[in-house]
Every structure is written in structure tokens, then in C-alpha cells.
């Protein structure tokens, strides 16, 4: 056993040091997120008999706050381009106050309708220029989500109906900031909606997500960058 994780990690040195200039970075990341849904009943208003509130009224849930964590890694060797990876948990929801009675509007109490997800993000990294700060850039890519386990408290017939796994589309804005050592701090914000709205009967469901990020990441640094005088590579080294 002991012999299969040293030929392991020697194969993980050796491929490293082929791919220096492939590899450009690893981190982590924590979020906090908002997410709501929407439904969107195309039933004609019928007030005899409140067809169109079956299986879900038009409405869009109130936000739902959690929390994501993840790991990233960023690689290619353009300047201002790179392909980030990313291996997310992430929860998705919305608080729902479902319609118990349309005659008279009554409403149960707030209720979560929740979605756990690991999730596997890829995205194309554009940065702009670095100034003295750091620099800023742009992420544009996609999320596949797996839903692992799931709560539903209101709606089901509709909320209960989303596939466990989904692709779905993000753009984000980051910034790194400036620092003389391997390890940069950065900040995200990134929109999550779905692109494709699923269909239950008459009614569409979709969600969308906002998420904010703070994380860290680690980027080696030449042989010849070693010096004694500190010096500010950006997002290059």
C-alpha cells in the first residue's frame, strides 16, 4: 500500500513538472448565495374555479440564503486567459408560503424547498489589466450539478420534478489582489439561472442564483522569479 502512494506521488511530481507551464494555480473558495424560483402558470385566470393555481400559482419564491464551498484549479498558459475548474457544494432553494385556499388566500408558513448539489464548474477566466491593487477579471462558463438529497415543502408536484442533474449557465467578476507571496486572496460574485425553464403540466419552473466568493489560491512562481528584492507578479506566476 505504501509503495502504490509513492509511485502515485511520484507520478503526480513528475506530470507537474512536464505541465509547469500548463498549471498556473489551485485554491479554495467559500460563498454565500441567494437563490429563488419562479413559476409561471399559463392556465388562464379562472376565477369559478382556480384552475390556473393547480399544480402552482404564477409567482416567484422568496430567497433562500445558504452557503457554497469549493475547490479550483486554474490552468493554460495565456496571459490574460485561462481555463478554471472547480469541484463546488452548493444549496439551492426558496422559501415558498404555498396557497392553501384561493378562495380565501390562505397561506401555510414560510416553508424551504431545498436542493443539495455537488457540482462541477468549468469557465473560461479573461483578466484584464493588472493594476496596482491587483486585477480584475471576467469568468463565463457552466455548472454540472448533481442533486444528492433534497427537501420539498410546498409544490412538490412541480418542485418535486427537478432532474438531479442539470447544466446550467454562470458569469461571474473577480478580482485578485496584489501580494508578494504564493498565495493570492480574490473575491467573486456570480448569476446562476437556469437556462432552460422545466415544464410540469401548465406550469415553468426555473431557479436562479446569486453567489458571492472570498478564497484563496496558490500559484508557483519560477525558479527565476526568486529573488531577494519582492516584487508583484499578478496572475501570471
Not at 443539495?116 to 477566466?125: D, E, G, L, R, T
Not at 473575491?187 to 436562479?208: C, L
Amino acid at each position: 500500500m505504501i509503495k502504490k502512494i509513492i509511485i502515485c506521488f511520484a507520478l503526480f511530481h513528475l506530470i507537474f513538472q512536464m505541465n509547469a507551464q500548463f498549471f498556473r494555480g489551485v485554491g479554495l473558495f467559500v460563498g454565500a448565495t441567494t437563490t429563488s424560483h419562479k413559476y409561471i402558470n399559463t392556465t388562464p385566470i379562472d376565477p369559478h374555479f382556480f384552475t390556473h393555481t393547480v399544480p402552482a400559482p404564477s409567482h416567484r419564491s422568496a430567497e433562500f440564503i445558504s452557503f457554497s464551498v469549493g475547490l479550483l484549479g486554474e490552468f493554460l498558459k495565456y496571459e490574460h486567459i485561462r481555463w478554471q475548474t472547480e469541484l463546488e457544494y452548493c444549496t439551492k432553494g426558496g422559501v415558498e408560503r404555498a396557497l392553501l385556499n384561493p378562495v380565501t388566500g390562505e397561506r401555510s408558513p414560510a416553508t424551504p424547498n431545498t436542493y443539495q448539489n455537488i457540482q462541477w464548474n468549468n469557465f473560461a477566466k479573461i483578466f484584464g489589466n493588472e493594476g496596482y491593487r491587483g486585477i480584475p477579471y471576467l469568468m463565463l462558463g457552466a455548472r454540472l450539478e448533481y442533486n444528492f438529497a433534497r427537501s420539498i415543502g410546498a409544490y412538490g408536484a412541480v418542485a418535486g420534478a427537478v432532474p438531479k442533474i442539470n447544466i446550467t449557465p454562470d458569469v461571474g467578476v473577480g478580482f485578485e489582489f496584489a501580494s508578494f507571496s504564493k498565495w493570492h486572496l480574490f473575491t467573486e460574485v456570480h448569476y446562476n439561472p437556469d437556462a432552460i425553464k422545466m415544464k410540469v403540466q401548465s406550469v415553468a419552473f426555473n431557479q436562479r442564483m446569486w453567489e458571492l466568493r472570498v478564497g484563496i489560491i496558490y500559484r508557483p512562481r519560477k525558479a527565476l522569479d526568486d529573488c531577494n528584492a519582492p516584487r508583484y507578479h499578478g496572475s501570471n506566476f
